[in-house]
């Protein structure tokens, strides 16, 4: 039986490298409340308009409780998160519906998620996450950013991923 490390880590802030490359500015906090648990909370905002119509504007909030099968902030963890967000977004070029429209609209949900976290060296940590729920987005479509001409209100219910993470840790404490 191997011996049990305790883990003096208590606090940790970091950053989704995955939002930041979508020009998404956003900051986490992880803190640990007992021996295996520890909760995560995500705020990203996303204030630009780019180029012509194109606008990837947005923010949002995440929660997520994680049973940690070691220790926390070391190795794997299991969670479960729920997100909330508000869009304005379109005139994107990844074809269909995102080039050709504007949605403005809400979206929250969540699901379960998986992850790792690797110890890189003193306080820098990188933590792998993924995870699949459900997302119900409600919209409307508008032919131009700002013109406001409205093409209708929907709603939409998604099944599968709802979070992929590679973040960079420091932890405070």
């Known amino acids: ?3 049990i490390i305790l883990n003096a880590q208590k606090i940790g802030e970091k950053t989704n490298l995955f939002y930041g490359a979508s020009t998404t500015p956003n900051i986490g906090i992880e803190t640990s409340f007992s021996r295996r648990w520890t909760v995560d909370l995500l705020a990203g905002y996303n204030p ?3 180029s012509g119509e194109t606008s990837l504007r947005h923010w949002l909030v995440r929660a997520e409780p994680r049973f ?5 902030f070391m190795g794997h963890f299991l969670g479960i998160h729920g997100m909330y967000a508000r869009y304005n977004i379109g005139n994107l070029p990844f074809g269909g519906d995102l080039e050709k429209y504007t949605f403005k ?3 929250f949900g969540g699901g379960f998620s998986y992850g790792y976290h690797f110890i890189l060296k003193g306080r820098w940590g990188l ?3 993924f995870g699949l729920g459900y997302l119900k987005f409600s919209y409307d479509k508008f032919t131009c950013k700002d013109c406001r001409e409205l ?3 929907y709603t939409r219910n998604y099944i599968g991923p709802t979070r992929v ?7 405070l404490q």
């Open 1 to 3: 039986m191997p011996p």
């Open 48 to 50: 630009w308009s780019f």
């Open 68 to 72: 940690w099968l070691w220790t926390p």
């Open 105 to 107: 609209g809400d979206v």
């Open 127 to 129: 933590e792998l996450s």
């Open 151 to 153: 093409q209708g209100s």
């Open 165 to 171: 993470g590679i973040s960079l840790i420091y932890m």
